[in-house]
T-cell receptor, first 110, second 114 residues
Framework: RKEVEQDPGPFNVPEGATVAFNCTYSNSASQSFFWYRQDCRKEPKLLMS???SGNEDGRFTAQLNRASQYISLLIRDSKLSDSATYLC???????????FGTGTRLTVIP | SAVISQKPSRDICQRGTSLTIQCQVDSQVTMMFWYRQQPGQSLTLIAT?????????ESGFVIDKFPISRPNLTFSTLTVSNMSPEDSSIYLC???????????FGPGTRLTVT
């Protein structure tokens, strides 16, 4: 079983829509969780860390459910500039390396 | 976040040759990481490089194929040795930054082996 699993999409949504991405992780000892954004032919960039209590940054809301080993990202009022691949990333307890999901591709349509 | 540069940004190489990729950071960092992203795939960690010690390789990656140097706290190199077309990939270095084990990535080196 993969460390991190995501729905690859693609998600094609109109401007202004709300879209949600889900991610599951296999290791219950995982300690830190992130969403990264990767534009085409660019490096991944940190979008936000995911805290146990959930956190919000503008139009973006991330939530963590440790019992279900599930992470989500909600994007409200989608912009054309949100078009990218969103990577769910997990750090295991005692490890230094990040485990990346294969990413969910989002295209926001005018 | 740290500013990270990589050289070369891209290269086309013949099979059997080797390529050394450089990663430079604008601040001192303890740990640097090397990842590979094969076409259509997500990132896979190759190794972790600490200054003053041998790199730690992940399962499936060996030092003879991917030797790494870490001469100081701002610089590292990854060599892809005896290349084959299967090594065609994007190679990225990253560093820890901020809190909660966040990592920041360099722009990547796009390698094509013919």
């Amino acid at each position: 079983r993969k460390e991190v699993e995501q729905d690859p999409g693609p998600f094609n949504v109109p401007e202004g829509a709300t879209v949600a991405f889900n991610c599951t992780y296999s290791n219950s000892a995982s300690q830190s969780f992130f969403w990264y954004r990767q534009d085409c032919r660019k490096e991944p960039k940190l979008l936000m860390s995911v805290y146990s209590s959930g956190n919000e940054d503008g139009r973006f809301t991330a939530q963590l459910n440790r019992a279900s080993q599930y992470i989500s990202l909600l994007i409200r009022d989608s912009k054309l500039s949100d078009s990218a691949t969103y990577l769910c990333v997990v750090l295991k307890t005692g490890a230094n390396n990040l485990f990346f999901g294969t990413g969910t591709r989002l295209t926001v349509i005018p | 976040s740290a500013v990270i540069s990589q050289k070369p940004s891209r290269d086309i190489c013949q099979r059997g040759t080797s390529l050394t990729i450089q990663c430079q950071v604008d601040s001192q960092v303890t740990m640097m990481f090397w990842y590979r992203q094969q076409p259509g795939q997500s990132l896979t960690l190759i190794a972790t490089a600490n200054q003053g010690s041998e790199a730690t390789y992940e399962s499936g990656f060996v030092i003879d194929k991917f030797p790494i140097s870490r001469p100081n706290l701002t610089f590292s190199t990854l060599t892809v040795s005896n290349m084959s077309p299967e090594d065609s990939s994007i190679y990225l270095c990253s560093v820890e930054g901020g809190s909660f084990y966040e990592q920041y990535f360099g722009p990547g080196t796009r390698l094509t082996v013919t």
